[in-house]
């Protein structure tokens, strides 16, 4: 362990890592109960890429970042609320409290820390599959599959998990399960068919469209197959090396990496907390809301000694 020297530092009752859904929801419920909060945040929130959200009670259809620039407008009429809009590098126990050092050699001492850093998503090399993230290129039906609903729709083979993938969403239309160059067993396939899943052996070239709509898939034999929405359940890690700093245990998930935590949404390390899809799968606004508030009201509850 390192010993800073924070004298000088700032202190804080908490420092919320991230601050999206699930750092701000932590961060509101804090702040209702009159702690000192430091929340750090860079302002790339993992679903800036995303015309809408929906399924959000009160902002179905309302783009992410309008939803965020109206809560940290919220957030930050509570006085005990601070800012600092930079990147966490590191946190440090530091006997009963923790030392988080922002990029510009900044330190912020606190009783407690939330990390709420969000994943990064890895999506596949296919041209044309990156500028469409977020529009016509989809992860989760639930959010988006009711815009999408009765046109054609495809699903790109990543893990086995994709071919579930497939059936689910088959619930808003005709599906096609690409599978990329990828082998499929005889029994997937038999039980996709009885789904009405089609299933494409060949490895995708590119995506077409208009702007960032999806009209057309192009395949490696040269055919173009029509295709208006398609569904990439990407690889996703942790967006911030604080998780492994500390030594917080892991889960692994066909999602990927997740922090684990308890009920209350404190990891393996006492007094520090993780809330959203950093320590969930799967992932919505909703659940990371929902997480935030669990993570919010432990962390207040830890600070009396409840």
């Not at 998503?121 to 296919?126: A, F, Q, R, V, Y």
Request: proline share 6%; glycine share 10%; with cysteine.
């Amino acid at each position: 362990m390192t010993e800073l020297n924070t004298t000088q530092a700032t202190q804080h009752d908490v420092v919320v890592v991230g601050g999206a859904f699930a750092g701000l929801s932590a961060a509101t419920y804090l702040a209702r109960a009159r702690r000192t909060v430091c929340v750090v945040d860079t302002r790339r929130p993992r679903n800036r890429f995303a015309a809408a959200a929906h399924g959000v009670l009160g902002f179905d259809g309302t783009a992410p970042v309008d939803i965020l620039a109206r809560a940290r407008a919220q957030v930050s009429a509570y006085p005990s609320v601070r800012w600092r809009e930079r990147e966490a590098v590191r946190v440090e126990p530091q006997g009963d409290r923790f030392a988080v050092t922002l990029d510009d050699g900044e330190v912020h001492v606190a009783r407690k820390v939330v990390l709420a850093f969000g994943l990064r998503d890895e999506l596949p090399d296919i041209p044309g599959l990156a500028e469409r993230w977020g529009h016509s290129v989809l992860h989760c039906p639930y959010c988006h599959g009711f815009e999408f609903a009765d046109r054609e729709l495809g699903v790109l083979y990543r893990t086995p998990m994709s071919a579930h993938q497939a059936r689910l969403v088959a619930e808003w239309g005709p599906v096609t399960l690409y599978l990329n160059g990828a082998e499929l067993d005889a029994a997937l396939r038999d039980e996709l068919a009885v789904h009405g899943v089609r299933v494409v052996p060949e490895t995708i070239v590119s995506l077409d469209g208009p702007g960032t709509g999806l009209s057309h898939v192009v395949l490696e034999n040269g055919e173009r197959r029509v295709l208006e929405a398609l569904y990439v359940a990407p690889e996703s890690c942790l967006a911030s090396p604080i998780a492994a700093q500390l030594g917080v245990a892991l889960d692994e998930t066909p999602l990927g990496p997740i922090i684990r935590t308890d009920a209350g949404k404190q990891t393996s390390v006492p007094g520090v907390y993780a809330a959203g899809d950093i320590a969930r799968a799967p992932h919505s606004v909703s659940w990371a809301v929902a997480d935030g508030v669990t993570a919010g009201t432990s962390v207040h509850r830890a600070l009396i000694g409840m």
